[in-house]
């Protein structure tokens, strides 16, 4: 068989090929370039331009450890603090959230922006508690003013227990007042629950001026007189204040905090507040059986939108474990509202002891709660006598 005879490829030839090919590579690198870019100027929103505000924005959704991470690339310094088991941050995962403003970790950011109203559900659970995840996580709203200024029938057989408590509290303080050491208060003063309400079913309708949450802060007060700690148990209501001044619902927080620093002041011995709310959901995730027996089952709220959160969250991991050892299931963990509409400070900055807890749902009854908040002050009056060096009498 006559072989076929070599050819020297044409220099020409193979040149104009390795151009053609160089010059493929280049522009799909180029276009590919652009969109990068260009998804990453665009990510910042309107404006189409860096400025400190986005970079403040997109290093929110950071953490901690990765922002000394990317420090201690200018100065190792930094990483010196950091847990020997901590790894850099992969590049690819940071430009990819910058470039998109989804996080891979949380698919809540890809749906974000394709269904309307589930940022109003973001958070981080700090904690979770039985049966807790991002389906079930507490919900802070702002009703409409005419929805909460509506007047509604209550039993008002719970005014008359609480009076006959106060004055059962009275007599057995007589004389040996412990010192006021704890701050109780309610920013959503009016919430309500659907039981004691005569005639209402509508979950965005369990609001009252005097049967509501401020019930259970008063009963918190006198549990925790039995067990000897003092405390004060602010009833204000917060909603005709916010009116007298033309401030919208979403400013409780703003009002209750004036409450709060004249409560501060006027009195140095205060070293716990606690801020009371119930929940809006469902009864099937805020009730929990224990022994037989039905609980509202409790939430911390931490405000992480401040330097000093960490002592706070510190705080409600501790309450919660000693909910969890005593009565399991009570507690649905720890939580750190972040979606838009939230306040995320929660007056909380003025005491790294102060912490929201919220004491069941709309579909709780009161005597449910009262049960919470005994179990509460349980063990509440464990943790703080620990702290103090002493023994609860």
Request: glycine fraction near 8%; avoid cysteine; proline fraction near 5%.
């Amino acid at each position: 068989m006559r072989k076929r005879p070599y050819r020297r490829p044409n220099s020409a030839s193979w040149n104009r090929t390795s151009t053609l090919r160089q010059y493929f590579f280049t522009s799909v690198t180029g276009v590919l370039s652009i969109f990068i870019v260009t998804a990453i100027i665009t990510a910042f929103g309107p404006g189409y331009s860096l400025t400190s505000a986005s970079l403040k924005g997109f290093s929110e959704h950071l953490s901690d450890e990765v922002l000394i991470h990317l420090m201690g690339t200018e100065n190792t310094y930094f990483t010196q603090e950091l847990p020997e088991e901590s790894k850099p941050p992969q590049v690819t995962s940071i430009v990819f959230e910058l470039a998109t403003s989804i996080d891979p970790n949380d698919p809540r950011s890809l749906l974000g922006r394709e269904l309307p109203g589930i940022n109003f559900f973001g958070g981080d659970i700090l904690v979770a508690g039985q049966g807790s995840d991002f389906t079930n996580l507490p919900m802070e709203s702002s009703p409409p003013p005419e929805v909460i200024a509506k007047e509604r029938e209550a039993a008002t057989e719970r005014l008359e227990e609480m009076d006959q408590m106060r004055e059962a509290i009275a007599e057995l303080t007589a004389g040996n007042e412990p010192p006021k050491t704890v701050h109780i208060m309610h920013s959503h003063n009016r919430e309500s629950f659907l039981p004691e309400l005569k005639g209402e079913d509508n979950a965005n309708g369990a609001f009252h001026d005097s049967v509501n949450i401020t019930l259970a802060g008063e009963r918190l007060g006198q549990e925790l007189a039995k067990r000897g700690i003092g405390s004060e148990v602010d009833t204000s209501d917060v909603y005709t204040k916010l009116g007298d001044r033309g401030w919208q619902y979403s400013r409780s927080y703003d009002m209750s905090r004036e409450i709060l620093e004249s409560a501060m002041a006027e009195n140095e011995e205060l070293e716990f507040f606690f801020d009371l709310h119930r929940d809006s959901m469902p009864r099937d995730v805020t009730t929990v059986k224990i022994n037989g027996i039905e609980y509202a089952k409790t939430v911390f709220v931490v405000g992480t939108k401040h330097n000093n959160y960490e002592k706070n969250r510190d705080l409600a991991e501790k309450l919660h474990a000693k909910l969890e050892e005593a009565f399991p299931g009570l507690s649905r963990g720890v939580y750190s509202p972040l979606s838009v509409g939230t306040n995320g400070i929660y007056n909380q900055d003025l005491s790294e002891n102060a912490l929201v807890v919220e004491f069941g749902g709309v579909d709780n009854s009161l005597d449910e709660v009262y049960r919470s908040v005994e179990a509460f002050a349980e063990i509440f009056a464990e943790y703080f006598f620990e702290q103090d060096g002493t023994e609860e009498e």
